[in-house]
């Protein structure tokens, strides 16, 4: 079952003749439950695919659709409301807000839409991770390993469709990369989540289930 | 007077009781109508997923008839919206069970159909043999040689057959991994002590670089099963002379059990290749293997919670990095 798909999806900047093609017909599916990441150089179009896919910019051509929805069809209330209930976002430098605790951190999303929190799915989202003992410190307090485990909790806690991750293990050491991503592969195993990663490393990139390889705003390969 | 403030009175009292009845019938409505919207979300949900069994999820979404109404419904800021989208939520959960069951019958299959072609040739050559014993043509110097050829072959095929069921079962999730918090060094040891003669016997150098105190939650068998593998893996590809190195460290969520050789390499293409079941490198020729080792140590590893990590370069090496994660025993 496909929980993302997208149809010869275009990004062009500028026109002719400096016209420059981000995204040149790019058509991927990806199924439900699996860990997936999208590698590519620096320039290769990997971001403005994962901008396209969480619906954060707006293609020039193609279409992409989250969970059966078009994303072009709807306004920008609607999108909005969507991206809240529907993706999770993990960000190369954590974006945790440094006032908030690490508990209040996580649970931000779920509030921010009305909705109670789930406490036996934190309690279990937070052992995983291995950070139960860090709930009630402020991000500062933690290290870049420790903030990422964060980030990835906050972005599990409203299970949505899926969690679209820029860069997750750039700003960290080797070491604390390996456990970072075996923790992303462990997640999306353990709470069933679809994960899609776009990273330049082709050594982390071998742990996801499926690796899909851009270059020049193309999809050139796609192995499982 | 008197009556003024009577009739006064009455009149608030009215107002009052007429105030709230209309409240009470305005916010009735309201309720009413929000749960009819949700138990009609409800209803087109379940139709729509008895549709699936017919075709695919998107057709039945496509095709169901409330579709259009429940559009309207999605991604608004109402309560209304939240209760469908997470009845939309459920639906899709059940799908994909539904759809992951079709698919575990599906790798069932494959796998049968895998089992039965890797024993296809030692059968046949059974076979082979076997009538030409028969032939009364045959001298005795040939009976002697094809009765070795099938004793070689019978050897084979239980190889198989028992490498094949082992397998299975650890698929099949029949084995139950024994989680206790012990020092790694032991199963390490245990791991190595399998390989050691293969290694002396082509003078490779084993290394182990491990703190003898350090203790992880692993199942003790299984683990030296899937070290072993890779071990074996390692002295099997790395020419005479060269050197197989063992390394451990402890990470804050994982520790790390790195294998590195001086091997022929693996080419990237090929890093998750060569943990599918069956496969061997066109270049593995004569090594006796079923290309089962790799596959097996990641299932070994996975179900532990743990992943295996490669990285290597032709001509001159591999590392397997094998991360265990650091959990408490349970007890």
Not at chain 2, 257 to 271: C, F, N, R, S, V
């Amino acid at each position: 079952m496909y929980i993302l798909r997208t149809k010869d999806l275009t990004k062009y900047y500028g026109e002719e003749p400096i016209l420059v093609k981000a995204l040149d017909g790019v058509t991927l599916e990806i199924e439900e439950g699996t860990f997936t990441a999208i590698v590519g150089t620096s320039g290769s179009g990997k971001s403005t695919l994962l901008h396209m896919l969480g619906g954060l910019d707006v293609p020039t051509g193609g279409s992409v659709e989250v969970d059966g929805q078009e994303l072009g069809t709807m306004d920008r209330g609607e999108l909005t409301v969507f991206r809240r209930r529907k993706i999770g976002f993990i960000f190369q430098n954590y974006n945790l807000l440094p006032n908030l605790t690490v508990y209040d951190n996580i649970v931000l999303p779920v509030e921010l839409d009305g909705r109670r929190v789930d406490r036996e799915y934190l309690k279990s989202i937070v052992k995983v991770l291995g950070i139960q003992e860090k709930l009630k410190q402020k991000p500062n307090k933690l290290s870049g390993g420790q903030q990422q485990r964060v980030a990835i909790a906050r972005a599990l806690i409203a299970k949505p469709a899926i969690i679209l991750a820029d860069e997750p293990t750039g700003n960290l050491d080797s070491h604390t990369s390996q456990e970072v991503i075996g923790l992303l592969k462990e997640t999306s195993r353990n709470f069933e989540q679809t994960i899609v990663m776009i990273t330049h490393d082709e050594a982390i990139a071998q742990v996801a289930d499926c690796t899909i390889r851009i270059e020049d705003g193309k999809i050139v390969e796609s192995r499982w | 007077m008197e009556i003024s403030i009577a009739a006064v009175c009455g009149l608030c009292l009215l107002f009052c009781v007429g105030g709230f009845l209309a409240s009470y019938i305005y916010f009735r409505r309201k309720i009413v109508d929000f749960t009819d919207e949700v138990c009609e979300s409800a209803q087109e949900i379940l139709r729509q997923s008895q549709g699936l069994r017919k075709g695919s999820r998107e057709t039945a979404l496509r095709e169901s008839q409330g579709y259009a109404r429940r559009w309207q419904l999605k991604n608004q800021d109402t309560l209304t919206s939240k209760a469908v989208m997470e009845l939309d939520k459920l639906e899709r959960i059940l799908s994909r069970q539904a759809a992951q069951n079709q698919s575990e019958k599906e790798e069932v299959q494959k796998v049968v159909s895998e089992i039965s072609h890797q024993l296809k040739t030692p059968v046949s050559n059974i076979r082979m043999y076997q009538d030409m014993l028969d032939d009364e043509e045959v001298t005795e110097e040939e009976k002697k040689r094809f009765e070795k050829i099938i004793r070689q072959q019978l050897d084979k095929l239980e190889f198989l057959v028992e490498s094949l069921i082992h397998s299975s079962r650890l698929e099949q999730e029949m084995i139950h991994l024994t989680l206790v918090e012990k020092p790694i060094f032991q199963t390490l040891a245990k791991a190595v002590g399998g390989i050691a003669a293969a290694a002396e016997k082509k003078k490779i150098e084993l290394r182990v670089d491990c703190p003898k105190s350090l203790k992880v939650v692993h199942d003790v068998k299984w683990t030296a099963e899937a070290v072993e593998n890779i071990l074996d893996n390692a002295v099997k590809y790395t020419p005479e002379k060269g050197e197989v190195s063992l390394l451990v460290k402890e990470g804050e969520m994982y520790t790390k059990i790195q294998i590195e050789d001086t091997g022929k390499g693996i080419a990237p293409e090929h890093y998750n290749d060569i943990f599918k079941r069956f496969y061997r490198e066109k270049t593995s020729g004569q090594e006796e293997g079923l290309g089962l080792g790799l596959y097996l140590a990641r299932r070994i590893i996975s179900l532990q919670g743990g992943y295996i990590m490669v990285e290597s370069k032709l001509g001159k090496g591999s590392r397997f990095e094998i991360l265990l994660p650091n959990k408490k025993e349970e007890r």
